[in-house]
């Protein structure tokens, strides 16, 4: 598989959101807005990308019988990481995303990863692949997040371009399984061609 393939694949042939449908716990709750969708998108890349590296170089040495545990160990220490160094240089962002940055240690999409790929895979193939999926990851709850904040109050990324309220059911929860079944439909849609 060539480089490119291996990056590009997660934003159409194995994008986690709209066609492996995995990850749906932030994807559903955090893409209130597009900042939100972005922020937890690179979040969860950066644990995605640290423990590919991690987990592809360690697998020959860890044996069957525990490799889902110690993969889930390497997994905690980068959101362990990545929580600390949100809090000390971005802690709005921390704020804001609360609970789902711990909820990255059970986000199947990492776990997922780590299983089908990095530890099978060597280091350099396996940060290709995280960042692949990591982005495709990173755009589709960006776009979800646009839908929803232009839908629900009529802005994007903070900026206000209608005035007055949006429709308020697009910012809560029946909003979010709306704006995500649509998306699936056209993306698979438009993947087919």
Sequence with gaps: M?????ITKGFIKENPTFVLVLGMCPTLAVTTSAMNGLEMGLATMFVLL??????SLISPIVPD????PGYIVVIATFVTVLQLLMQ???????EELGLFIPLIVVNCIVLGRAE?????????ESALDGI?????FTVSLTLIGIVREALGSGAVFGWKFISGDGILAFIMAPGAF?????????F???AKK
Excluded: E, R
């Excluded at 060539?2 to 291996?6: E, F, I, R």
């Excluded at 692949?132 to 495709?136: A, C, D, H, N, W």
């Excluded at 709306?178 to 056209?186: F, K, N, R």
């Design 2 to 6: 060539s480089k490119w393939s291996l």
């Design 50 to 55: 640290l423990s590919n590296i991690v987990i």
């Design 65 to 68: 019988k525990v490799h889902i």
């Design 88 to 94: 000390a240089f971005v802690p709005a962002v921390y």
């Design 116 to 124: 089908a790929f990095a530890g099978s895979h060597g280091a350099g």
């Design 132 to 136: 692949g999926i990591g982005l495709g």
């Design 178 to 186: 709306l704006v995500l079944g649509y998306l699936m439909v056209l």
């Design 188 to 190: 698979n849609k438009l």
